[in-house]
């Protein structure tokens, strides 16, 4: 079955910037909505933003006009920049597919993203 592959992540001082990516690990048909998600430790898994393939983006109000998701069509690949960063934004990123009945794929790795103060 095809995963999709976050990276992108690192350390960063609070104020930074990153740029996430998130690419299917083989070639695969551009599914319609592609969702951020992040865990914090000892916190429950929540979405950040999703976008569809017509760029029809959500966002969490946590990271609303901080962070971008966008999609390279050509390159069938999803990104969340982060800008502004904070302490809190501090978790694992992942990305999966949300549909009505929950994710079509199985949950990668993910990325740590990790913000000092």
């Known amino acids: 079955q095809v995963q999709l592959v976050e990276s992108g992540g690192g350390l960063v001082q609070a104020g930074g910037s990153l740029r996430l990516s998130c690419t299917p690990s083989?070639?695969?048909?551009?599914?319609?909505?592609i969702g951020w998600y992040r865990q914090a430790p000892g916190k429950q898994c929540e979405l950040v933003a999703t976008i569809t393939t017509s760029g029809y983006t959500n966002y969490a109000d946590s990271g609303k006009g901080r962070f971008t998701i966008s999609r390279d069509k050509a390159k069938n690949t999803v990104y969340l920049q982060m800008n502004s960063l904070k302490p809190e934004d501090t978790a694992v990123y992942y990305c999966?597919?949300?549909?009505?009945?929950?994710?079509?794929?199985?949950w990668g790795q993910g990325t740590q993203v990790t913000v000092s103060s």
């Open positions: 999966n597919a949300p549909y009505a009945l929950g994710y079509l794929l199985d």
């Open positions: 083989r070639s695969a048909p551009s599914i319609h909505t």
